[in-house]
Structures are given as C-alpha cells and as structure tokens.
C-alpha cells in the first residue's frame, strides 16, 4: 500500500470541511464553514484551486446537482471525500497525535513572564 | 445590477475561470449575492459582487503571469540571462542618465536636430519622389514611354499609332491609358479663361482607379471620333465656376470654342495630372489615330495583379521591336520603357537636387555625430573610476560597452519626438517659401507632412544615429587598466594621451565635413541668385508678359492668326505708358520649347540623315528691340518680313557660330525639314543676335533661330511689353482691356512681370539655395559648439598643468597662444582636409546639377574666412579662461 499522501493546511480544512457537511457539501457552504469553524476567510480563487488540486490527486470527487432558480438557473458543485482523501485525513491526524502525545503545549502568557 | 453590466462580468468571468468552474462560480456569486442582499441590503450586496469579480479577474491575471514566466523562464534564465540583464541594464541606464541632466538634454538637442533635418529630407523625397501620386491605384501604375536612346531628354511620349497598337498588344496591363495635354480656352457665363485640361482616352479613369461624384466619368465609348466632346469637370473648376451646380450634367459648355456636353465631376481632391481641372475626352480621327511620327501622348498603364514591372518591361520590349520591323521610319530607334508612374512623370532635375539636399543633411548628422561622440569621450573620462570599479570586479568589457551604448540608445530615443519637431517646422518653412501658385508642377506637394512612416523612419533614424555615435567612445573608455586608473582615482595631471588625440581627430573631422557643406550651400544660393537675377541674355526689367492660346475654330487658318497678332500689337501699342511691345511664340524660362530638324544650304546632310533639332521661335519685328536682345550682325526682322516676301531668319549667336565658320551667317540659307518629302521654303538669315538663357537646365546659350510671325502665323502669341515708367504690373489692366478688345473671348493666362516670371521658374531652387543655406548654418554652428567644448574640456583638464607653466613664469600670453595653437592646428588640419572633399563636392555639383556657377576662388577664400574666424572666436573663450587660472588654486587642487 502506497503511502498516505500529504495534505496542505487548507486541505486538511477543507477535507474537514466537506466531511462535517456530508450531503450539503458545496463550493458555498464549504467556504460559511471553514468561516465560521475554523474562522478562515479562503478567497474564492483559492478555494476553487484547492478543491480542483484535491480533486486531481483523488482525495475528493464532485459531480453537478440540478440547475437551480436561486442561482440563476446554475448547479451546484457538490463534493465527497474518497477513500484516500479519508486515508490522507487519518494519517495527519495520527502525525498530529504522535506528535503531541504526552505533552503539553504551554499557554502563551508563560512565555512573556520568562522575559527579562 | 444592470443588464449590460451582469453580461460584462459574466463575460469578464468566462475569461478569467477555467471552463469547468464557469457555470459554478456564476452560480456561487448568484447564490451568495441574494444573502449578501438580504442581510445588507442590495446596494452593498453590488458592491460585494463587483469585489467578488475583481478578486477572481486579479487572480486569474495573477496565474497567467506566472504560467508565463514559468514556461519562459528556460530561456531567461540560461547563461548570462540575457533578457533579464537588459532590462536590469536599462535600468541602471536610466538611473545613470538621470544622474548627468545637462549631458543628456545636450546629447538629446543634438542628435534631434541632426536626425531632424534628415526626417524632412526623408519626408521630402518619399512625399515628391518615391510616392507623389495619392491615387487609389498609385502601387501598380507605371508610365509607358517611346525612348529613343539618341535623345537627350529622357521622356518621350508616344504617337496614336502606337499606343493603339500597344492597347490591342500588350497582356501585362488590366489599362492602358493615355492622355494629351490640353490647355483649354473656357468661354461663355464669366470671364473666360484658360484652365489647365487633358484631353484623356476612355481608360484613364479606370486605370488611375476613381470613381465620379456626380453623373460619370470618360468611358470607351466617349473615344469614338464625332462623339468625344463630353468633358468632366474637376471638383475644384465645378466648385468655382459652375457653383456647384448639380443639374451642370447635361448642360453644353464652351471649350476651345466648340459644345462640349459636361457629364460629370471628379471626387474632389482628385486633379491628375498635374492638378488637371478639366479632363476631355480623346477621341482620335481616322488620320490621326494612323500618325505615327507625331508624338504627343503620355501614357499610363495598370499593371495586372501579380505582373511585375519586369515582366511588362520584356512584354513591351518585345512589342516595340515588332512594330519598330513593321514601320522603320517612324520608329527607327524607337524603344519601350516601362517605368513606375513616379519614376516616370518625374521632373528630371528634382532627384539629383533633393540628394543634393540629402547629402547636406547627413553632412549635418554626421557633424551633430561628431559632437556627441566627443562630449561622450570627454564624459567617459569622468567615468573611468566607475568603469574601471566595474571591470576590476569582473564586468566583461562587452558588458560595459553594451551598457555604454544602452545609455546613448535611450538617449536617442528620447530624441525622436524633439526630432519630429525639427522636421515638422523645416518643412513648415519649406512650405512657406514656395509660391502656392507653382504648388501644382511638384507633383506630391500636398503630401508633405509628418505621417506614420515618418515617425518610424525617424526612430530607426535616432537609434542607429545613437548607437553609431556611442561605440568609438565606449570602445575607447572600457580600454583600460582598472589597477592604474583605479589607483589614479581618474585625476592625473594630464589627461590620458591618446584620448586626447582621438577627441581633436574627432573635431578635425568635423572641420572637414562643414567645409564642403558650407561650399555646396554657398554654391546652392549663389546659384539660386543668379538663376533669378543674374545675366539673362534679355533685360527682364520692365517687361510685362501675357499668354494667348488661339482656338482652332476660330482661328483655323493663318490669315486670321496673322491677324490677330497684327491686331493684338497695333491695339497693344497705344496703351499709354507702353514703350514698345513685341510677340513671341514661346517666352523665354517658361520651361517650353519648340523644335525643328533643320537643314543647312550646302551642307553635306545626306538625305533621310538625321537631322539636328534646334529650337524655334516666332517673333514679331519688335520682339528683339522690347526684351533688350542685342543684334548682333545685320538687322532684326521689320514690318518689310511680310507673307509676299523673301523668307527670313535671324540666328543665335551659338547657332552662327556652331554652322558656319567663323559666324559669318548673315546672307547664309537654311530650311526646316518637318517632312523629307515637302522641307520648308530656304530661309535667308538677315541677323545674328545674342544668346538668351531660355532654360537654365538643359538649353542654356543654346543655339536658336527666329523667323517673322507673319511669314510662320502662331497660334501660341505670347505678348512682352516693355513698359515706359519702369513699372510692367501697372500696365496689366490696360494691356488685358486691348486684348479684349482685340477678342471678347480670348482669354490671357499668366500677367505677369517677366521677372515675376523669372522668379517663378527659380523658385524651387532659391527654396533648395535657402536649404542648403540652413543646413550649412546648422553644420556651422554645430562645429564651433563642437571646437569650444573641446577647448574648454581639454583647458579644464589641463588646469593643473597650466598652473604650474604659470608657477613657473609662463605670462597669460603664453598660455592665450598655447590654448589657441592647438585650436588652430586642428582648423588647419581640418580645412585642409575639408578644401579637399569641397573641391570633389563642388564639381559634382557643376557637372550635375546647375552648371551656372563654377566653385570661384573668391567664394572658396570667403567660406574658409567664415569659418576659420567663428572658430577663432570660439576658441577666444576657453583660451581666455585658461589665462586667469589662478596657479596657487590650481597646483593645490591635485
């Protein structure tokens, strides 16, 4: 089995992103959440190319809902994570957890009280 | 959001998203903009959406450049990186050249004026030579002539025969046109007149490539004989004196005397040939179209599409020697040229002037060169400690020398709208000196100007002149040793030796150069001058002219002519005021002339020989004793020279001379042989007079004869009429009153003053004189600029030396002499160079051009004074200023 491939910061959000959305995963409510959760404002282009690059490397899929009058009669671009896009999720989040096993990471005041 | 705003972001965002985000992008903004709109209402919704578009416009922007860079980046990026090095070089060019303001506005005024002077002499031979012809078919229309290499004038027109014969022949033309000057008597309504008319066959128009603005223009069917009196009339003539009338077609006018139907009106702005204002049709009879020997059609043909002159060339040759084979008389050494309609219609003497001109504008930039290359040598030593840092730390010496020429290049391109500027105002003054009268013989005048090809050929102009100008100094200033010129810190006590020599060989150069221009100009307006004022044979003064053309219908036999010159002359002869009046066939300066094969009284002429051609003139008794032409031996022509008596001829003083020995004509018989079968009656010769000066190109002292008009009736009287009080121009109204009286219809083309008319004909060359003038000024100023810059140079960079010839005794005289001997070293070296380049300059110019002035001592020793004491006086400032250096200052300076 080939290894996990590697995720970019706003990848592994975006990952998240679609994950915790499920079925109501598009281009809009992808981009309210990661505002509201992760409080990341993405510039459209960027999301657009990010969600493309994912897509290319096959970490998520996306297919087109029903034109929609809402949108000026325009679909929706709906994406699922695959299952090595759940691959990639689970081996960042264990890279984290090694990591950080059995420590702690200090609160940032401390570090200003050990200034001269 | 508007309609045609929503398309044009829609649109904006189909360029700017990959096509399969298109439709979904669109979607989102629609989606997000409704909730943008209910939460902060519409108008910040607008503005979330116009933001929106931006962002993904300068996104889009933003990757295109990368790609780009990224795909060219391989070739960028090999090597020396040489793209990447010229724009960071053009940089540091820049920034180096902000850095010396005074030397780049010196360089920049410089080369502008240089490349300007050159940028309207461009301008005046693309407009007058390359392309004077604004017709819509100008790019394939080509001239046909009957050249017959024995024959000085290189034009010849054809004979109907012929062209008819090339019509039917040749395959190369899609038209073959041709056209007869017609110089057309315009009676009836107004006053009459005499417009300048062609009589053209019905494949001009198609052939030139117009279209009519009103009813239509001359077609084949008007060629047919009894059907071709139609005429179209030029916007201008339609304008003036038809008022613009729209119902004119139709309408019968009076042409010459005889009903010519008007059918219709040219585009305006369309007078060709030769600013033509009214065009006939030529509809040859039986007879003449069979002529063969009489040659009087100028011939225009449109080449087919894809023919090339060549080709043509070989076709019409081909045709020629046939029809030379069929009829050998009438064509004997008869060749086809094909030239193009520009080269073709050209004024002979007009290439050879406008070089003339050239070369004394490229004199000029060569000079102005000269200068920046010493003014860049002189910088470049102030440069040498920068230059010399360069090199130590590994710059290659092309780099530095790439640099030095980037920083001139961009000089000379700042130059270019400067230059633009020159050339537009010489040209203003060009056009000013030139009568607006005589506009119409310079084919191509209207065009003069600055256009698109101008500005391109004035950049290319700039930049080659700069890089030209910056490689001798950038060469020079990159030779050298960054240890020593490093270590000297650029300040030595002298300057570097063989700098030196090469900035005063550069101002020996210029001497050289601005001699032989300031010859040719002086030659130019000397000759100018004399052309107009100088010896003429005949007194122009006081002399008022007039020119008739009788109709042929009215006209049509030789009693009546005869009597309306006896008329014209009696009435003329009573105006008070007037001291004597004479008629002449043809007017002396006019540019037209008159010939016939002549043969003389027991010469050895075989017959069917050639023939000599010598110009005719047809005068009355008076004519001699009214122009003040002296005679010579025997006696003028006397009312005595009537239609019953003796023919009679009076010789020039160059005819006597060249066919009978020793002169001794009078008494002497000779006879015109138009035709071998019927020559004229023997002419007795009853005087010789002095030589008039009737072209000053070609027939200057030319052998001419004159025969009474009563025994040769014209019908081409030209009225000269010498005035008693001295003033010929208060005569006109009296004189043109007698000529009415004399012919209610007749109308008198050019009144004017004899030296009016002088002055006319010479005006192109006192325009080119006064040419040649400026840009010898031009040269001159730019070589005393050139001598005190380097005078000055070389006196502050030997301060230090100077300081110590004074510490140790030297007085200012001593140090006056020894700055103005190296000033006058290099103007004699300079001169002596120039008087060698003056002298070969000066006798192509007599031999080529006008003849009338030789290169005389007085004008060279005048020149070389001129320039020898500005120079002095140049010099006089910087050697001044070298006497009151102060050595205490100078010595502690180092």
Same mark, same amino acid.
């Not at chain 2, 023919?647 to 004509?665: C, D, E, K």
């Not at chain 2, 004159?706 to 004189?735: C, E, I, K, N, W």
């Given at each position: 089995?080939?290894?996990?491939?590697?995720?970019?910061?706003?990848?592994?959000?975006?990952?998240?992103?679609?994950?915790?959305?499920?079925?109501?995963?598009?281009?809009?409510?992808?981009?309210?959440?990661?505002?509201?959760?992760?409080?990341?404002?993405?510039?459209?282009?960027?999301?657009?190319?990010?969600?493309?690059?994912?897509?290319?490397?096959?970490?998520?899929?996306?297919?087109?809902?029903?034109?929609?009058?809402?949108?000026?009669?325009?679909?929706?671009?709906?994406?699922?994570?695959?299952?090595?896009?759940?691959?990639?999720?689970?081996?960042?989040?264990?890279?984290?957890?090694?990591?950080?096993?059995?420590?702690?990471?200090?609160?940032?005041?401390?570090?200003?009280?050990?200034?001269? | 959001?508007?309609?045609?705003?929503?398309?044009?972001?829609?649109?904006?965002?189909?360029?700017?998203?990959?096509?399969?985000?298109?439709?979904?992008?669109?979607?989102?903004?629609?989606?997000?903009?409704?909730?943008?709109?209910?939460?902060?209402?519409?108008?910040?919704?607008?503005?979330?959406?116009?933001?929106?578009?931006?962002?993904?416009?300068?996104?889009?922007?933003?990757?295109?450049?990368?790609?780009?860079?990224?795909?060219?980046?391989?070739?960028?990026?090999?090597?020396?990186?040489?793209?990447?090095?010229?724009?960071?070089?053009?940089?540091?060019?820049?920034?180096?050249?902000?850095?010396?303001?005074?030397?780049?506005?010196?360089?920049?005024?410089?080369?502008?004026?240089?490349?300007?002077?050159?940028?309207?002499?461009?301008?005046?031979?693309?407009?007058?030579?390359?392309?004077?012809?604004?017709?819509?078919?100008?790019?394939?229309?080509?001239?046909?002539?009957?050249?017959?290499?024995?024959?000085?004038?290189?034009?010849?027109?054809?004979?109907?025969?012929?062209?008819?014969?090339?019509?039917?022949?040749?395959?190369?033309?899609?038209?073959?046109?041709?056209?007869?000057?017609?110089?057309?008597?315009?009676?009836?309504?107004?006053?009459?007149?005499?417009?300048?008319?062609?009589?053209?066959?019905?494949?001009?128009?198609?052939?030139?490539?117009?279209?009519?603005?009103?009813?239509?223009?001359?077609?084949?069917?008007?060629?047919?004989?009894?059907?071709?009196?139609?005429?179209?009339?030029?916007?201008?003539?339609?304008?003036?004196?038809?008022?613009?009338?729209?119902?004119?077609?139709?309408?019968?006018?009076?042409?010459?005397?005889?009903?010519?139907?008007?059918?219709?009106?040219?585009?305006?702005?369309?007078?060709?040939?030769?600013?033509?204002?009214?065009?006939?049709?030529?509809?040859?009879?039986?007879?003449?179209?069979?002529?063969?020997?009489?040659?009087?059609?100028?011939?225009?043909?449109?080449?087919?599409?894809?023919?090339?002159?060549?080709?043509?060339?070989?076709?019409?040759?081909?045709?020629?020697?046939?029809?030379?084979?069929?009829?050998?008389?009438?064509?004997?050494?008869?060749?086809?040229?094909?030239?193009?309609?520009?080269?073709?219609?050209?004024?002979?003497?007009?290439?050879?002037?406008?070089?003339?001109?050239?070369?004394?504008?490229?004199?000029?930039?060569?000079?102005?060169?000269?200068?920046?290359?010493?003014?860049?040598?002189?910088?470049?030593?102030?440069?040498?400690?920068?230059?010399?840092?360069?090199?130590?730390?590994?710059?290659?010496?092309?780099?530095?020398?790439?640099?030095?020429?980037?920083?001139?290049?961009?000089?000379?391109?700042?130059?270019?709208?400067?230059?633009?500027?020159?050339?537009?105002?010489?040209?203003?003054?060009?056009?000013?000196?030139?009568?607006?009268?005589?506009?119409?013989?310079?084919?191509?005048?209207?065009?003069?100007?600055?256009?698109?090809?101008?500005?391109?050929?004035?950049?290319?102009?700039?930049?080659?002149?700069?890089?030209?100008?910056?490689?001798?100094?950038?060469?020079?200033?990159?030779?050298?040793?960054?240890?020593?010129?490093?270590?000297?810190?650029?300040?030595?006590?002298?300057?570097?030796?063989?700098?030196?020599?090469?900035?005063?060989?550069?101002?020996?150069?210029?001497?050289?150069?601005?001699?032989?221009?300031?010859?040719?100009?002086?030659?130019?307006?000397?000759?100018?001058?004399?052309?107009?004022?100088?010896?003429?044979?005949?007194?122009?003064?006081?002399?008022?002219?007039?020119?008739?053309?009788?109709?042929?219908?009215?006209?049509?036999?030789?009693?009546?002519?005869?009597?309306?010159?006896?008329?014209?002359?009696?009435?003329?002869?009573?105006?008070?005021?007037?001291?004597?009046?004479?008629?002449?066939?043809?007017?002396?300066?006019?540019?037209?002339?008159?010939?016939?094969?002549?043969?003389?009284?027991?010469?050895?002429?075989?017959?069917?020989?050639?023939?000599?051609?010598?110009?005719?003139?047809?005068?009355?008794?008076?004519?001699?004793?009214?122009?003040?032409?002296?005679?010579?031996?025997?006696?003028?022509?006397?009312?005595?020279?009537?239609?019953?008596?003796?023919?009679?001829?009076?010789?020039?003083?160059?005819?006597?001379?060249?066919?009978?020995?020793?002169?001794?004509?009078?008494?002497?018989?000779?006879?015109?042989?138009?035709?071998?079968?019927?020559?004229?009656?023997?002419?007795?010769?009853?005087?010789?007079?002095?030589?008039?000066?009737?072209?000053?190109?070609?027939?200057?002292?030319?052998?001419?004869?004159?025969?009474?008009?009563?025994?040769?009736?014209?019908?081409?009287?030209?009225?000269? /009429?010498?005035? =008693?009080? %001295?003033?010929?121009?208060? !005569? +006109?109204? $009296?004189? @043109?009153? #007698?000529?009415?009286?004399?012919?209610?219809?007749?109308?008198?083309?050019?009144?004017?003053?004899?030296?009016?008319?002088?002055?006319?004909?010479?005006?192109?060359?006192?325009?080119?004189?006064?040419?040649?003038?400026?840009?010898?000024?031009?040269?001159?100023?730019?070589?005393?600029?050139?001598?005190?810059?380097?005078?000055?140079?070389?006196?502050?960079?030997?301060?230090?030396?100077?300081?110590?010839?004074?510490?140790?005794?030297?007085?200012?005289?001593?140090?006056?002499?020894?700055?103005?001997?190296?000033?006058? /070293?290099?103007? =004699?070296? %300079?001169?002596?160079?120039? !008087? +060698?380049? $003056?002298? @070969?300059? #000066?006798?192509?110019?007599?031999?080529?051009?006008?003849?009338?002035?030789?290169?005389?001592?007085?004008?060279?020793?005048?020149?070389?004074?001129?320039?020898?004491?500005?120079?002095?006086?140049?010099?006089?400032?910087?050697?001044?200023?070298?006497?009151?250096?102060?050595?205490?200052?100078?010595?502690?300076?180092?």
């Amino acid at each position: 089995m080939p290894e996990a491939p590697y995720l970019g910061e706003l990848e592994h959000l975006l990952l998240l992103a679609i994950l915790q959305l499920e079925d109501e995963a598009y281009t809009v409510s992808i981009r309210r959440v990661l505002a509201a959760k992760a409080h990341r404002a993405v510039t459209r282009g960027a999301l657009y190319t990010s969600l493309d690059r994912l897509e290319g490397r096959g970490l998520v899929t996306s297919r087109l809902g029903e034109p929609l009058a809402m949108r000026g009669g325009r679909p929706r671009r709906y994406f699922e994570v695959t299952a090595r896009g759940l691959e990639a999720l689970h081996s960042a989040r264990a890279a984290l957890a090694n990591l950080s096993r059995g420590m702690e990471i200090p609160e940032a005041a401390s570090l200003r009280s050990r200034r001269p | 959001m508007n309609g045609w705003e929503r398309r044009f972001v829609e649109w904006l965002i189909g360029r700017s998203v990959a096509s399969p985000w298109r439709e979904t992008t669109l979607g989102d903004l629609d989606e997000e903009y409704a909730d943008e709109a209910l939460r902060r209402g519409p108008s910040a919704a607008r503005r979330w959406y116009r933001w929106q578009t931006l962002g993904l416009v300068a996104g889009a922007a933003r990757r295109s450049v990368r790609d780009l860079t990224s795909s060219v980046a391989p070739f960028l990026y090999v090597g020396d990186r040489p793209m990447r090095t010229l724009f960071q070089e053009i940089r540091t060019a820049t920034r180096a050249l902000a850095h010396q303001p005074g030397l780049v506005l010196v360089v920049m005024l410089t080369l502008a004026l240089g490349v300007g002077v050159n940028a309207s002499t461009f301008s005046m031979i693309d407009a007058l030579v390359l392309r004077p012809y604004a017709l819509p078919n100008a790019d394939r229309l080509t001239m046909l002539t009957e050249y017959a290499p024995a024959d000085e004038e290189r034009q010849q027109s054809v004979s109907p025969a012929n062209y008819y014969d090339w019509r039917r022949q040749a395959a190369s033309f899609d038209r073959l046109a041709a056209f007869e000057w017609w110089w057309a008597n315009l009676a009836g309504g107004s006053e009459p007149e005499h417009v300048l008319g062609f009589q053209v066959t019905g494949e001009f128009f198609d052939a030139v490539g117009v279209r009519p603005a009103l009813g239509r223009l001359i077609g084949p069917a008007d060629e047919s004989w009894g059907h071709d009196h139609v005429v179209v009339l030029s916007d201008e003539l339609w304008q003036r004196r038809f008022g613009a009338r729209a119902d004119i077609i139709g309408e019968t006018i009076r042409v010459e005397g005889e009903p010519y139907v008007v059918i219709g009106v040219a585009p305006p702005g369309f007078d060709f040939p030769m600013r033509a204002a009214l065009w006939g049709a030529y509809g040859a009879s039986p007879e003449r179209a069979k002529t063969r020997d009489s040659r009087s059609l100028t011939v225009i043909g449109l080449l087919k599409a894809g023919t090339t002159l060549h080709q043509a060339q070989a076709e019409m040759s081909l045709i020629g020697r046939t029809l030379r084979e069929r009829y050998p008389v009438a064509n004997r050494q008869r060749e086809v040229q094909v030239y193009t309609l520009a080269y073709g219609l050209m004024d002979i003497g007009l290439p050879s002037i406008l070089e003339l001109v050239q070369a004394g504008a490229l004199f000029v930039l060569l000079i102005a060169g000269l200068n920046i290359s010493n003014l860049l040598l002189a910088r470049s030593t102030d440069r040498q400690r920068e230059i010399a840092l360069r090199l130590a730390l590994g710059a290659g010496r092309a780099r530095v020398v790439r640099q030095l020429v980037l920083e001139s290049a961009l000089m000379g391109l700042a130059s270019v709208p400067a230059a633009l500027g020159c050339a537009w105002l010489a040209m203003q003054l060009v056009k000013q000196a030139m009568p607006a009268r005589l506009e119409r013989y310079v084919e191509g005048w209207q065009q003069l100007g600055v256009d698109g090809r101008l500005v391109v050929a004035t950049t290319i102009f700039a930049l080659v002149a700069a890089v030209l100008v910056s490689l001798i100094p950038a060469v020079r200033a990159t030779r050298l040793d960054p240890n020593i010129s490093l270590r000297e810190g650029g300040r030595s006590a002298t300057a570097g030796r063989g700098r030196h020599r090469l900035q005063s060989l550069l101002v020996v150069g210029e001497m050289a150069l601005v001699l032989p221009l300031l010859v040719a100009s002086a030659l130019a307006t000397v000759g100018a001058e004399r052309f107009g004022h100088g010896p003429q044979g005949y007194e122009a003064a006081g002399v008022l002219t007039l020119q008739t053309a009788l109709p042929a219908v009215t006209y049509a036999d030789a009693a009546a002519q005869r009597q309306f010159t006896d008329r014209l002359l009696d009435q003329v002869g009573r105006v008070p005021g007037v001291a004597s009046a004479g008629m002449v066939s043809i007017l002396p300066a006019t540019g037209q002339n008159s010939s016939r094969p002549i043969e003389i009284d027991g010469s050895a002429a075989a017959h069917g020989q050639d023939l000599p051609m010598l110009p005719l003139r047809i005068t009355s008794a008076r004519y001699f004793e009214t122009m003040r032409i002296p005679v010579l031996q025997g006696r003028a022509f006397t009312e005595a020279d009537r239609e019953a008596a003796e023919p009679v001829a009076i010789v020039s003083r160059a005819m006597a001379q060249q066919f009978w020995l020793g002169g001794a004509s009078v008494g002497q018989r000779f006879r015109m042989v138009q035709d071998p079968k019927t020559p004229g009656p023997w002419l007795t010769v009853v005087g010789v007079v002095g030589d008039t000066v009737d072209d000053w190109f070609s027939r200057r002292n030319a052998p001419m004869f004159y025969v009474p008009y009563r025994q040769f009736p014209t019908m081409h009287p030209a009225l000269v /009429v010498r005035s =008693a009080s %001295g003033d010929p121009t208060a !005569l +006109g109204a $009296a004189v @043109l009153q #007698a000529l009415h009286q004399v012919d209610r219809d007749e109308p008198a083309s050019d009144v004017m003053s004899m030296e009016q008319l002088l002055r006319d004909k010479t005006a192109g060359l006192v325009v080119v004189g006064g040419m040649m003038g400026v840009l010898g000024s031009l040269a001159l100023a730019l070589a005393v600029v050139g001598l005190y810059s380097l005078l000055a140079y070389v006196v502050s960079r030997r301060r230090h030396e100077i300081g110590i010839r004074m510490a140790l005794g030297a007085d200012r005289g001593r140090v006056l002499r020894l700055t103005l001997r190296q000033a006058g /070293v290099l103007m =004699a070296v %300079g001169i002596a160079i120039g !008087l +060698g380049l $003056a002298m @070969l300059l #000066a006798k192509a110019m007599e031999g080529a051009l006008f003849g009338v002035v030789t290169l005389e001592p007085r004008m060279v020793v005048a020149v070389v004074l001129a320039l020898v004491v500005t120079t002095l006086a140049a010099s006089v400032v910087p050697a001044r200023r070298a006497t009151q250096t102060d050595p205490a200052v100078a010595l502690r300076e180092i």
